[in-house]
């Protein structure tokens, strides 16, 4: 994960009628880059279940038509 993305992170928050937050309110470029990062980690994931299946050895292109199915 972007360390500076983290770091960067301003967020507001909305609390309820006892101060205890319940939601939060960030900038939709950091929002859409967040989610990047995390489909991005999902991704590789998932591609880490698919070279240690069986054992066997797989190239890229495979992966990434495994992974290809999988959408």
């Known amino acids: 994960m972007n360390s500076s ?5 301003k967020a507001q928050y909305i609390v309820d009628n006892k101060g205890n937050k319940t939601g939060v309110i960030l900038d939709i470029k950091l929002f859409d880059a ?3 990062e995390l489909e991005d980690l999902y991704d590789i994931a998932d591609a880490e279940r698919i070279i240690k299946k069986k054992g066997k050895r797989y190239s890229l292109q495979e992966v990434e038509k495994i992974l290809a199915k999988k959408e």
């Open 5 to 9: 993305l983290i770091s960067g992170i």
């Open 34 to 36: 967040l989610l990047e």
